[in-house]
């Protein structure tokens, strides 16, 4: 079955440095994926796309990675600051889903950045 | 107002209560969805509106029941709720435009007792 993995432990690291969160897929050709934040008790807010054909995108302190011989995507943040702390989820769409308009989201990984 | 906003942000309800949750998104979008989202489990998209029309329902139990009056508004109609219901409930909205960029609300947390 398809299966979307992100670390459900908490990454905990120290102002300025560079974090670096992990999305893994399995069963799934996905033509996008996409990068959300979510604050407690706040709905996700969209930050990054990449799709199939690229390897990396940037944004501003963010860049995010795509391998897709290893089914795997990086998101990093660097000079990280603790307002950056936040939960962050990936979401896959095949291009079945999208015509079905359908995101299959991960679980997310809670970032602690520390001052 | 601006983006996508939900009401009301909080709600409790007994078991045969009936209950409406209101979505309204200012975005000029077209496609409309809710999710369910449960502590520590990944976001459930439930249904997905285009155009006032519903193109997903994502083996969602009947007791949920969505309507979609137009393009900017969303509400998810609940009826007779098990425990096992409450969580956060999310309506988001996008472009009718690959690759759906999502907008999410602030979310409804209902508690089902």
């Known amino acids: 079955s398809q299966k979307i993995e992100q670390n459900s432990e908490a990454l905990n690291i120290q102002e300025g440095k560079t974090a670096t969160l992990t999305c893994n897929y399995t069963n799934y050709s996905p033509a996008y994926l996409q990068w959300y934040r979510q604050d407690p008790g706040r709905g996700p807010v969209f930050l990054l796309l990449?799709?199939?054909?690229?390897k990396e995108k940037r944004k501003e302190r963010l860049k995010v990675t795509f391998d897709t011989t290893l089914k795997q995507s990086l998101f990093h943040i660097t000079a990280s600051q603790p307002a950056d702390s936040a939960t962050y989820l990936c979401a896959l769409a095949s291009a079945e889903d999208t015509g079905r308009r359908a995101l299959t989201f991960g679980s997310g990984t809670r970032l602690q950045v520390q001052p | 107002e601006t983006g996508v906003t939900q009401t009301p942000r909080h709600l409790v309800m007994g078991m045969t209560n009936k209950k409406s949750l209101k979505c309204e998104q200012h975005?000029?979008?077209?496609?409309m969805y809710w999710y369910k989202q449960s502590a520590k489990k990944p976001l459930e998209l439930m249904f997905v509106?285009?155009?006032?029309?519903?193109?997903e329902n994502n083996s969602v139990p009947s007791r949920f029941s969505p309507e979609c009056p137009n393009s900017s508004h969303l509400f998810l109609h609940l009826h007779t709720l098990q425990p096992e219901d409450s969580a956060l409930y999310l309506c988001?909205?996008?472009?009718?435009?690959?690759?759906?960029?999502?907008?999410f609300g602030p979310g409804t947390r209902l508690t089902v007792t």
């Open positions: 990449i799709r199939e054909n690229e």
């Open positions: 988001a909205s996008s472009q009718e435009v690959i690759p759906y960029e999502q907008y």
């Open positions: 975005l000029g979008h077209n496609a």
């Open positions: 509106y285009n155009f006032k029309e519903q193109t």
